[in-house]
């Protein structure tokens, strides 16, 4: 290997390899910092996991509450927002959810709950 600079006929001197040694690794770092995913935390990857529970339960009441003609909007984010209608149907097939009967499938329990919940949430709008 050469220590000539192509197209001079004189070699490099010290400082410029450690100038084009720096600049490599700057480049080197900076690239590594930028394109590196950071690992997600288990903390993180429990978060991510309770969230998509939760918004896969509040999809199931909202549609069970739209089918049944109820007023389903309880607070201002929707749960079925950027899902397309065919979307939703899917959703409905995956989880069992008739249009005809929207509470087939739960247990006993669970439509007491979600009765009891849906008329909480009645009367609360009609104190407001």
Do not use: C
């Not at 950071?38 to 549609?63: F, G, S």
Request: proline share 6%; aromatic share 8%.
């Amino acid at each position: 290997m050469s220590t000539e600079v192509p197209g001079s006929g004189k070699p490099l001197r010290r400082w410029e390899y450690y100038y084009w040694g720096l600049g490599v690794s700057a480049v080197s770092y900076f690239l590594y910092r930028n394109l590196a995913k950071p690992e997600e935390t288990q903390e993180q990857i429990e978060e991510k996991k309770r969230k998509a529970a939760e918004l896969e339960v509040r999809r199931k009441e909202h549609v069970r509450a739209a089918i049944m003609g109820q007023n389903f909007i309880e607070s201002e984010s929707d749960p079925l927002e950027g899902l397309s209608p065919a979307q939703i149907v899917k959703f409905m097939d995956i989880h069992s959810i008739d249009p005809d009967d929207p509470l087939e499938g739960l247990t006993p329990e669970e439509i007491d709950a979600y009765v009891q919940k849906q008329e909480a949430a009645r009367q609360a709008r009609e104190e407001q």
